[in-house]
C-alpha cells in the first residue's frame, strides 16, 4: 500500500471536482442570477476574474480538506465517514466562499443571496462526494476481498488470542487485518503457532518486532487476569504509528467503552491515538504562530527592559539555554531568561525551591510573575513547543520519574508547553516528588486535550502572572 499515492488521488480529483462545481457556479450566476437583474439573457464569458478564482478556489478547498485531515489515513476511511466529513466540510467551505467573494455581488433580489448559497452547495457536495465515494468504495471493496491488508500482531498466546484470531479470520469480508504473527506475553504458546501464525517473541521485545515487521495494527488479546498487563504494554506502544485495539471483558461492554464501526468486526477497545481532532490540531499550531510571533514582537521592549535588569542583577548571560526532552523523546534546547547566579548547578543537576539561594532578585520576581518564560515563544514558533502543554524535563530527572511512574513517557506524545495544568496548579517542581504530582493532571490535559482547555488553562496561567503568585 501507498499513502501517499492514494492521498495524491483524492487530492487530485478534490481539485479537479472544485474547478467544475465553481465553473458551474459562475455559469448559473450569469445565465440566471445576472440575467435575471438586467432583464436580457447574459452570454457566459471566462475574463480574468473566472481564472484568478479557478486558482484559487481549489487552492482553499485542499487546504481546508487537508487542515481537516481528510488526506491522512486514507486506507481507513468508509463510506458514511465520506458522507459526514463531505457534508460537514462542504458547509463550511461554501460558507467561507460565500462570505468572501459572493456576499458583495449585485444581486436582483435578497432571495438570490439564498438560492446562490444553496446551489453553490449542491454542486459542490454533489462533486466531491461522487468521486470521494468512488474512491473510497474501490478500497473498500479491496480490503473486502483481501487485496489490501494491514500488518496485524496480537499480543497474548492464550484462549482469547485464539478466539479473536479465528474469529477475525473466518469473517467473510475482511476488515483489513494481514497477521504476520503474534507476541507471547509469558511462554510459547503452540496452539496459535498450529493455527499457522507465526511466534515472532516476547513482549519485551514488542517495540522492536512493530518496527521489523512494520505492523500497522496492535490487538491486545489477553486473559482477564493479565489485565494488569494493559498499562505495560501500551508503554511499549508509545510513539509507535500502529492502531490499538484491546479485546474487551463484559464490563468494558457494559460500560459502553466499545464502539463498533462495522456490523460484521469483532467487538474491540480502539485506543485513540489521535488526541485531538485534526482540525483542532492545525487550529492548535495556527495559534502557536500567531500569537509566538505577537508576542515576540509587541513584548519586544518587555523583553529588553528585562535583559537590562538580569544583565546587571549579576554577573552572566542574560539568556539560559538548556537541553529537555520534547515531542517523541527529541531532545532541544529551552530558552529563559536567566533568573540563578552563575554555577547554580556545579554540584550537579538541581531542582530549584522556596528561598533558594541560588536565584537572584529579578530571577525571584521573574519566576513569580512567569516572565522568565516568555523567551521560549521562539521556541513555539520554530516548532520545539507548544503555548499549552506538560513542562518538558532534563533526561537526568526523566530517569528518576520513571522508575516511579513508568507511564510518565505518554508525555511525549504532545508537544511540551510554556504552560501546563500541572504547572498552574503546583508551579516549579522542587522535587521528583512533586514532579510524579504534577504528572497527574499532564496525563488527565492530554486525555482531554481541546482548544477549549488550552483557552482554560492560559487564562489561569495570565491570573498567576497578573497576581504574581508564581513558584
Not at 506502544?237 to 456490523?263: C, F, H, Q, R, W
Not at 517542581?429 to 486535550?449: G, S, W
Request: charged share 20%.
Amino acid at each position: 500500500m501507498n499513502n501517499k499515492l492514494q492521498a495524491i488521488k483524492y487530492m487530485f480529483f478534490d481539485i479537479l471536482s472544485a474547478a467544475l462545481a465553481w465553473t458551474a457556479f459562475y455559469v448559473y450566476r450569469k445565465e440566471a442570477v445576472e440575467s435575471l437583474k438586467f432583464g436580457y439573457t447574459i452570454d457566459v464569458h471566462f475574463d480574468s476574474n473566472f481564472y484568478y478564482a479557478l486558482l484559487v478556489i481549489p487552492t482553499f478547498w485542499v487546504t481546508l480538506y487537508a487542515l481537516a485531515g481528510n488526506y491522512r489515513n486514507v486506507y481507513r476511511r468508509h463510506r458514511l465517514m465520506e458522507l459526514g466529513q463531505t457534508l460537514f466540510m462542504s458547509f463550511i467551505g461554501v460558507t467561507v466562499i460565500f462570505f468572501t467573494l459572493i456576499l458583495d455581488d449585485e444581486i436582483p433580489n435578497y432571495k438570490s443571496y439564498y438560492d446562490s448559497f444553496l446551489i453553490l452547495f449542491l454542486i459542490h457536495f454533489g462533486l466531491f462526494f461522487c468521486e470521494r465515494i468512488i474512491l473510497t468504495s474501490i478500497t473498500v471493496k479491496k480490503i473486502h476481498n483481501r487485496k489490501i491488508g494491514f500488518n496485524t500482531i496480537l499480543v497474548g498466546g492464550s484462549t482469547t488470542a485464539i478466539e479473536i484470531y479465528e474469529e477475525i479470520n473466518s469473517i467473510e469480508y475482511s476488515l483489513g487485518n494481514k497477521f504476520v504473527g503474534y507476541v507471547s506475553m509469558n511462554g510459547y504458546d503452540q496452539q496459535l503457532s498450529e493455527r499457522g501464525l507465526t511466534h515472532l517473541g516476547k513482549f519485551p521485545q514488542l517495540k522492536d518486532i512493530v518496527l521489523e515487521y512494520k505492523v500497522e495494527e496492535v490487538i491486545i488479546a489477553i486473559d482477564s487476569s493479565e489485565h494488569k498487563n494493559i498499562g505495560s504494554i501500551l508503554n511499549h506502544l508509545e510513539d509507535l504509528p500502529v492502531d490499538v485495539k484491546i479485546v474487551p471483558n463484559m464490563y468494558d461492554i457494559m460500560a459502553g467503552t466499545v464502539k463498533m464501526t462495522s456490523i460484521f468486526g469483532t467487538p474491540l477497545i480502539r485506543i485513540d491515538q489521535e488526541l485531538m481532532a485534526t482540525w483542532e490540531r492545525s487550529l492548535k499550531r495556527i495559534f502557536d504562530i500567531t500569537a509566538s510571533l505577537c508576542s515576540l514582537v509587541l513584548l519586544m521592549p518587555l523583553y529588553l527592559i528585562i535583559a537590562i535588569l538580569v544583565k546587571v542583577s549579576s554577573k552572566g548571560p542574560i539568556f539560559f539555554n538548556q537541553e529537555r526532552i520534547g515531542l517523541h523523546k527529541k531532545p532541544f534546547m529551552i530558552h529563559k531568561f536567566r533568573t540563578m547566579y552563575i554555577g547554580a548547578e556545579s554540584q550537579g543537576p538541581q531542582l530549584s525551591s522556596a528561598g533558594d539561594p541560588r536565584i537572584t532578585k529579578i530571577g525571584r520576581f521573574l519566576r513569580k510573575t512567569r516572565l522568565d518564560e516568555i523567551p521560549q515563544f521562539y521556541n513555539v514558533l520554530i516548532g520545539d513547543m507548544s503555548i499549552v502543554g506538560p513542562r518538558p524535563e532534563r533526561q537526568f530527572f526523566i530517569n528518576q520519574i520513571v522508575q516511579r511512574a513508568p507511564h510518565y513517557v505518554h508525555l511525549h506524545k504532545v508537544k511540551p508547553g510554556i504552560t501546563s495544568w500541572g504547572q498552574v496548579k503546583y508551579g516549579y517542581a522542587e522535587n521528583v516528588d512533586q514532579m510524579v504530582q504534577r504528572l497527574k493532571f499532564d496525563l488527565l490535559y492530554i486525555e482531554n486535550m481541546s482548544i477549549a482547555l488550552d483557552v482554560k488553562i492560559m487564562f489561569y496561567t495570565i491570573l498567576i502572572i497578573l497576581r504574581g503568585k508564581g513558584k
